[in-house]
């Protein structure tokens, strides 16, 4: 069985690429992958830490895994909407180039 530590560990360095990915990157489809990265290690580490609970005779382990299809439900929907509204700009201006997009507000 596979310590709890090395599955934090590997949620961290995610979470660190997606953080990278969010500062480094201008397209706005690498903003969404390294976001929904950072979701993805968050997730990571509630089903670890979940199952460590559930191995020491915690009642609250499923809470944990609960939380996790929530955050993955909310993530989809964001994927939609953020995907539907980069292909309406995407249609408008030919670029998804977050610096342009700037010009966009109001």
């Known amino acids: 069985m596979v310590a709890t530590e090395y599955y934090v560990g590997l949620s961290a360095?995610?979470?660190?690429?997606?953080?990278?990915?969010?500062?480094?990157?201008?397209?706005?489809?690498?903003?969404?992958?390294?976001?929904?990265?950072?979701?993805?290690?968050?997730?990571?580490?509630?089903?670890?830490?979940a199952r460590d609970w559930s191995a020491s005779g915690g009642n609250a382990a499923l809470d944990g895994q609960t939380a996790v299809f929530i955050v993955l439900a909310v993530a989809a929907a964001e994927v939609a909407v953020g995907l539907g509204i980069l292909v309406a700009i995407f249609r408008n201006r030919v670029s998804t180039n977050v610096d342009e997009l700037s010009e966009v507000r109001a």
Request: no cysteine; charged share 10%.
């Open 13 to 49: 360095i995610l979470f660190a690429l997606g953080g990278i990915g969010v500062l480094t990157r201008r397209s706005a489809i690498m903003l969404f992958l390294s976001v929904e990265l950072m979701l993805n290690a968050a997730n990571l580490a509630m089903v670890a830490f």
